[in-house]
């Protein structure tokens, strides 16, 4: 009996209590369920499912919604997300936590992969620091670290998932976050971390060079006594990976417009290829009234140094082969930015979402001088921006439905099936169940 009730006791502190009301402990069974509640409090279960259907403006587009559709497919079922997590902490006498575990893994009609396998040590005695260790996202950007089964969009942006694909990483990581309510900077937190840099698009590490990332935030602040919020923070990510071959293209000027020239110096190799990445972001929350929901704006802007290859300027995963070669490594100077919107109709069950972002993977060429002769220039190096509009449905805390459409909209350059804007909107139809 008390094992069959193992999964209900482990459920969470509310249901927790509603369990030991009706717990009979002057029974054999309810004393030994009591002792199993006491053991087991500490661990927690959550999760979610993301079943949903999209439809493409065109059969066999590459997208960002959720991945590319098959050529001679333009509308699908898939089950974006099968998230399952388990949690465990303790906490000592004073109520402050002392460790956590954490494990989650990611299931679909695709496979099973894992997302989040660390533990975090806190220390007790001032109780402001702690270290996290093992494989977990990344401390830049707000969407980043923005949970899916959070978010008001189907997807991040384009930007977030090139440069920050899976958005987790393997290493080790510093937290400043005073826990105590009378702490005089409880409104700040400070994250400073080493990572792989391939993050979980590698098997392993293939250099020896770390990257460095840390992002300085400030929660949520009161501004007046309408409960207007301000939030935000700015963040950096200073990496690289090493130059296993000696060409590196960058781009330069030749007769007057941009184009990429090599550099073949031999000793380029061991070299370290720059990955610097400098953002920040800010929120503002402004209630509507009780029961009526809020007005929330976001905008995040990121800026820097690439290194990634030709065809993409998604981080390598791997050592990037070419013709059964090291292939060359491209330097791209990027920026891009994200805003939203998100206004509830109200109440806080109904939610209008607008977002638009903008990804441009080579600030130093635009329009037709893309793909121009000489410019040796790919499909890679072209803007993209794109507005989402969508509708959000809470059902309940625990089941909701995004309505979201994608307008997608390219440069015009003159790279061959690029000359005009290629059709890749897409509507997406999400229910998400949660637990």
Not at 31 to 42: I, V
Not at 232 to 238: E, F, K, N, P
Not at 326 to 342: E, I, Q, V
Request: aromatic share 14%; net charge positive.
């Amino acid at each position: 009996m008390a094992i069959l009730c193992l999964p209900l006791l482990c459920s969470g502190v509310a249901r927790g209590q509603f369990l030991m009301d009706m717990i009979d402990t002057t029974t054999s069974v309810g004393k030994g369920m009591f002792s199993l509640y006491q053991k087991y409090d500490a661990v927690r279960f959550s999760g979610y499912i993301q079943p949903q259907f999209q439809y493409a403006s065109h059969k066999g587009i590459n997208s960002y919604a959720a991945g590319n559709f098959p050529a001679g497919v333009d509308n699908r079922f898939s089950l974006r997300r099968g998230r399952f997590r388990l949690d465990y902490a303790r906490y000592n006498d004073a109520q402050m936590p002392v460790v956590q575990f954490a494990f989650q893994f990611d299931g679909t009609e695709r496979g099973v992969v894992i997302r989040d396998f660390f533990g975090r040590l806190f220390e007790n005695k001032w109780d402001v620091f702690s270290i996290t260790t093992g494989m977990f996202a990344r401390p830049i950007s707000y969407e980043v670290n923005l949970s899916s089964g959070d978010r008001e969009t189907p997807e991040r942006g384009r930007m977030s998932q090139i440069l920050m694909r899976t958005e987790r990483d393997i290493g080790a990581m510093i937290t400043f976050e005073p826990r105590r309510a009378n702490h005089p900077l409880k409104f700040m937190k400070i994250d400073a971390g080493l990572f792989n840099g391939q993050g979980l698009t590698a098997t392993s590490d293939f250099d020896s060079h770390k990257d460095f990332i840390t992002r300085w935030a400030v929660k949520p602040i009161k501004l007046n006594s309408r409960n207007w919020r301000l939030s935000g923070a700015v963040s950096m990510l200073y990496g690289g990976m090493e130059q296993y071959t000696r060409y590196i293209y960058q781009v330069g000027q030749q007769s007057g417009k941009p184009a990429y020239y090599v550099d073949s110096t031999a000793s380029n190799i061991g070299k370290i290829s720059p990955r610097h990445y400098y953002g920040a972001d800010v929120q503002f929350r402004i209630p509507n009234g009780k029961n009526k929901g809020y007005t929330e704006f976001r905008l995040e802007y990121l800026s820097g140094t690439q290194t990634a290859t030709a065809s993409t300027t998604e981080t390598p995963g791997t050592i990037p082969v070419s013709g059964g070669v090291n292939a060359p490594l491209y330097r791209r100077r990027f920026d891009g930015a994200y805003f939203y919107y998100m206004q509830h109709l109200g109440n806080i069950k109904d939610m209008v979402v607008i977002k638009y972002d903008w990804y441009d993977p080579n600030k130093k060429a635009k329009g037709a001088e893309i793909g121009a002769p000489g410019a040796g220039m790919t499909p890679a190096d072209i803007r993209y921006n794109t507005l989402g509009l969508g509708y959000v449905h809470y059902f309940n805390p625990n089941t909701k439905v995004i309505l979201y459409y994608d307008i997608v909209n390219n440069e015009a350059t003159s790279l061959e099936g690029y000359t005009d804007d290629i059709p890749d909107n897409v509507f997406t139809c999400r229910l998400q169940y949660r637990f």
